[in-house]
């Protein structure tokens, strides 16, 4: 059975590069069956879409973080990444991993159960 | 990108009741909408997919309907472990985007 889990520093400077790792167990990183994502949620707020990509490097990414993006897979550790640079206040949230299925129109059926980003100096 | 607008923002109801959320879409999405549950501390929890697919395990007093730009979330005979945010989000795009979130709160 598929399972992801977040981890990364919990707090990062403004500015600065938030970086976090998704490993992933139960599956290769590498199978043809499933999209790898990022979700936030701000305090108190909705979700937010970060992006998805395909582990042979097929990235999408949300238009409105497009410019600060980079997700990346790392196929030796089953695990895949994402970056955020110059980060604010406003990019403090929960950011969960989920796992896409491949087939068009695929919902995100496995999620990680999350990590907690707070962005200050 | 497709614009999601979900509706009521917040609910209150009592175990027992039926409650219906709407998402409505702001192009057509045929039938590429899905619904997940969230509780306090919790990642979301898929509940139906393609608008009408129940995810296995959850009960069946869940049911989703619609197709093109307007679709629910119906949920008969609330029990006291459904309060919790429900959200709707679109994969006809790969470009995700959710809904704003209802909040169902017991009466």
């Known amino acids: 059975q598929l399972q992801l889990q977040e981890s990364g520093p919990g707090l990062v400077k403004p500015s600065e590069t938030l970086s976090l790792i998704c490993t992933v167990s139960?599956?290769?990183?590498?199978?043809?069956?499933?999209?790898w994502g990022w979700i936030r949620q701000p305090p108190g707020k909705g979700l937010e879409w970060i992006g998805s990509?395909?582990?042979?490097?097929?990235?999408y990414y949300n238009p409105s973080l497009k410019s600060r993006v980079t997700m990346s897979v790392d196929t030796s550790k089953n695990q895949f990444s994402l970056k955020l640079s110059s980060v604010t206040a406003a990019d403090t949230a929960v950011y969960y991993c989920?796992?896409?299925?491949?087939?068009?129109?695929?919902?995100?059926?496995?999620w990680g159960k999350g990590t907690t980003v707070t962005v200050s100096s | 990108d497709i614009q999601m607008t979900q509706s009521p923002s917040s609910l209150s109801a009592s175990v027992g009741d039926r409650v219906t959320i709407t998402c409505r879409t702001s192009q057509n999405i045929d039938s590429y909408l899905n619904w997940y549950q969230q509780k306090p501390g919790k990642a979301p929890k898929l509940l139906i997919y393609?608008?009408?697919n129940l995810q296995t395990g959850v009960p069946s007093r869940f049911s989703g309907r619609g197709s093109g730009t307007d679709f629910t979330l119906t949920i008969s005979n609330l029990q006291p472990e459904d309060f919790a945010t429900y959200y709707c989000q679109q994969s006809y795009s790969s470009l995700y985007t959710f809904g704003q979130g209802t909040k169902l709160e017991i009466k």
């Open positions: 990509m395909y582990y042979s490097g097929t990235t």
């Open positions: 989920a796992a896409p299925g491949r087939d068009f129109g695929a919902p995100m059926d496995v």
């Open positions: 393609v608008a009408s």
């Open positions: 139960g599956d290769s990183i590498s199978s043809s069956s499933y999209y």
